[in-house]
């Protein structure tokens, strides 16, 4: 967060010249005035200048984006960034080549790169945004292939009779397959054993 | 790969100037140690190692590309 202070005939001009020296828009900071300016008795004497105090906010999706290409320069790979954000969250999209290397096995890197991102981005501030990390769709892919796997797998545990045992996943990939069969007339799911390694059980009801 | 180590570390750290970094080379293999300040220990290990898990994941991958395996120790 960069404060600044500045002086100008009015309060307009005082605004404009912080913003120039900061290098931001009007919507990217806060303003407030410390004095108004008077023209003062017949624009001659007692003139007074205003005095104005420009605070350029905190940009979530700046600082994740400035992060994420230091990241991807010293790794060696070209990446384009798209960063979009709003209240709650930052969702950043990556494009180039041999994406499945930041992917990595079952979505590993991608997770440690959202996960790194969020605590750089979120360090010491008061307001929390999610940061979501995707590319090439592959939290949706990944989302799809996890409702199969809930399926099929619900059909085994009927079948059978037997619980089946997942392996560990993050709460965001639980949290699917549990939604997926929460309705299930025959099964039951839950979760057992500490994080990281915690793993979702199909049971009958 | 050491200066991924250093980029992130940085971030994280509240003391970015006293983060080191120090690359031991072998012939399949790289060690990379990394120093920070006592009190930002935990900002690279995290709960239960998480942080250090997310770091050599992601070191890991940049590693997969010159085909080396690299450990990523903090001393």
Do not use: C, W
């Not at chain 1, 096995?105 to 440690?112: I, K, Q």
């Amino acid at each position: 967060m960069i404060v600044i202070e500045k002086y100008g005939k009015t309060e307009q001009e005082a605004i404009e010249s912080a913003l120039k020296e900061l290098g931001a828009t009007r919507d990217e900071v806060e303003i407030e005035i410390l004095e108004e300016s008077s023209r003062g008795l017949f624009g001659l004497i007692g003139g007074k200048q205003a005095r104005v105090k420009v605070t350029k906010k905190y940009n979530y999706g700046e600082e994740a984006k400035n992060f994420i290409t230091k990241i991807f320069d010293k790794m060696n790979v070209q990446v384009d960034i798209e960063v979009e954000e709003d209240d709650d969250n930052v969702r950043i999209d990556l494009r180039g080549e041999n994406m499945g290397l930041l992917i990595g096995h079952r979505g590993e890197t991608l997770d440690s790169l959202q996960y790194l991102t969020s605590l750089v981005v979120n360090k010491g501030k008061e307001n929390y945004k999610r940061i979501l990390l995707d590319t090439e769709n592959y939290r949706q892919k990944r989302e799809k292939a996890l409702e199969r796997l809930a399926k099929r797998l619900a059909q085994k545990v009927k079948r059978t009779g037997r619980r089946v045992v997942l392996e560990p996943m993050n709460p965001y990939e639980r949290r699917i397959l549990h939604s997926t069969l929460q309705d299930h007339p025959h099964v039951v799911t839950y979760s057992e054993g500490e994080e990281p390694y915690r793993k979702v059980v199909i049971t009958l009801k | 790969m050491g200066e991924l180590v250093k980029v992130i570390a940085q971030a994280l750290v509240d003391s970015p100037e006293e983060v080191q970094v120090k690359e031991i080379e072998g012939e399949h293999s790289v060690i990379i140690e990394l120093k920070v300040a006592p009190d930002d220990m935990g900002k690279v290990i995290g709960k239960q190692g998480r942080i250090a898990k997310a770091i050599r994941t992601v070191v890991k991958a940049a590693a997969t590309k010159e085909q080396k395996r690299v450990v990523v120790e903090i001393i």
